[in-house]
């Protein structure tokens, strides 16, 4: 939309500077006409200039969309690390009254949300807090509200975003992880 917009304005200026251009000289000089003739040129580059790059723009953006329609799992607006069976984090829920707190196995993981392997038995309200712990990281104080629950897992909603760098510490610690394994 930005790009739109910074195109319409410089239609509009080059538009106006070709009006001056071609009106009647009256009261213009010679000097106030080649200011106009240069107002148009300079706006006439800078509009052919930032189309041709607003174009190319859309153009990446849909090959980039393509290319992400086979990846339904992360067709989000952020990227979700998904954790094989080792090496997963653990989610320590706030103790209860009774003072359990139970241990829960991250599944995946994103900056706005995170999806819990939960046991069967285990109650989980419609909001939770407790303490992310990723290798690596200083354990993380969470609270989110949970969008979806399953048969053996419940989607939450972070109610503060995981800060990017966790994120990419993460990846690149996962990355790390998965190429020992081999």
């Given at each position: 939309m930005p790009?739109?917009?910074?195109?319409?304005?410089?239609?509009l200026?080059?538009?106006?500077s070709?009006?001056?251009?071609f009106?009647?000289?009256g009261d213009?000089?010679?000097?106030?006409?080649?200011?106009?003739?240069?107002a148009?040129?300079?706006?006439g580059?800078?509009?052919v200039f930032?189309?041709?790059e607003?174009?190319?723009?859309?153009r990446?953006q849909?090959?980039?969309n393509?290319l992400g329609?086979g990846d339904?799992?992360?067709?989000r607006?952020?990227y979700r690390?998904?954790?094989?069976e080792?090496g997963?984090?653990r989610?320590?829920l706030?103790?209860?009254?009774?003072?359990s707190?139970?241990v829960?196995?991250?599944?995946?993981?994103?900056e706005?949300g995170?999806?819990l392997g939960?046991?069967?038995?285990?109650?989980l309200g419609?909001?939770?807090?407790?303490?992310?712990?990723?290798?690596?990281?200083?354990?993380?104080e969470?609270?989110?509200?949970?969008?979806?629950r399953g048969?053996e897992d419940?989607?939450v909603?972070?109610?503060?975003?995981?800060?990017?760098?966790?994120?990419?510490?993460?990846?690149l610690r996962l990355?790390a992880h998965l190429?020992a394994?081999r």
């Open positions: 790009g739109r917009m910074i195109i319409f304005g410089l239609l200026l080059f538009a106006l070709v009006i001056q251009v009106r009647p000289l213009a000089t010679a000097t106030g006409r080649a200011f106009a003739v240069a148009a040129g300079f706006f580059i800078a509009l930032v189309a041709t607003e174009l190319r723009f859309r990446k849909a090959q980039l393509r329609t339904l799992a992360n067709r607006e952020t690390i998904g954790y094989p080792t997963r984090p989610f320590l706030a103790a209860d009254p009774a003072g707190a139970p829960l196995e991250v599944l995946d993981l994103s706005e995170l999806r939960v046991p069967e038995g285990t109650a419609p909001a939770v807090a407790g303490r992310l712990e990723l290798p690596g990281q200083l354990p993380l969470v609270q989110g509200r949970v969008v979806r048969a419940a989607a909603h972070l109610r503060r975003p995981v800060p990017s760098p966790i994120i990419v510490a993460e990846q990355k190429r394994s």
